[in-house]
Nanobody, 116 residues
Framework: QAQLVESGGGLVQTGGSLRLSCAAS????????MSWYRQAPGKERELVAD????????SYADSVKGRFTISRDNAKKTLYLQMNSLKPEDTAVYYC?????????WGQGTQVTVSS
């Protein structure tokens, strides 16, 4: 059974940093394209960052470019999101996503709150 479990969220002041982790199990992690999404209250879920293979192409939402870094460790079956220079508008529930050949898995989300 595929499972994604996010951790690392919390309350941080403006300008602070957090590192999110997403532990995967029950599927071949290295074959999957991995992404971080977020959803703020009253807003649609949006793509934050995306990665194929370690060291491979990554993409970011314009709003987080230069501040967030996505990475993955296939040996540990873990996805990461390093978030620096956090802003109040980064407040959201952050979700881990895995996609491959029509298969699509989501984690339960982790709350990130940035205070002004």
């Amino acid at each position: 059974q595929a499972q994604l479990v996010e951790s690392g969220g919390g309350l941080v002041q403006t300008g602070g940093s957090l590192r999110l982790s997403c532990a995967a199990s029950g599927f071949t992690f290295s074959s999957y394209r991995m992404s971080w999404y977020r959803q703020a209250p009253g807003k649609e879920r949006e793509l934050v960052a995306d990665i194929t293979n370690p060291g491979g192409p990554t993409s970011y939402a314009d709003s987080v470019k230069g501040r967030f870094t996505i990475s993955r460790d296939n040996a540990k079956k873990t996805l990461y999101l390093q978030m620096n220079s956090l802003k109040p508008e980064d407040t959201a529930v952050y979700y881990c996503n895995a996609r491959y050949m029509g298969l699509n898995y989501w984690g339960q989300g982790t709350q990130v709150t940035v205070s002004s």
